[in-house]
């Protein structure tokens, strides 16, 4: 088993952040996804990228499907869009271009802590 400390294995915390923030809104169905996600990433990354791969991708499937139908039917106030947006960007270039395959790697570890700061958006763009 790889270190738990490695910024991949303890970056998922930041998943907690829209966690509360779900709890907080009353979203009880995005609550337990981001739950599951948070279970789900830091499972696979602490088996060392080994274990529990199809239930990551599967509770994060639901989880970015579940918050797209959020925004969509949401409020949207335009901000939350624009910053939803950009960290999407962000989001990509760091999945797609810095990370370069290594789910476990620190750049993985920043997908972390920017895909928790676009589910934390999404929750806030949907509150009507």
Known sequence: MKSI?????WSNVFY???FAF???TQFWVDAIAIALL?????AYH???????ATFDVLVSACVI?????????GAR????LFVIGVLLAIGLCIRYSLEQGDR????HGWWHVVAAALLTACVLASVG
């Open 5 to 9: 400390y490695r910024f991949a294995v």
């Open 16 to 18: 907690l952040i829209p």
């Open 22 to 24: 779900a709890l907080q």
């Open 38 to 42: 948070f279970v789900a990433s830091t």
């Open 46 to 52: 602490a088996s060392g990228e080994r274990k529990f």
């Open 65 to 73: 499907v579940l918050n797209s139908v959020m925004v969509y039917l």
């Open 77 to 80: 106030p335009l901000g939350l």
């Open 104 to 107: 476990g790697s620190v750049a």
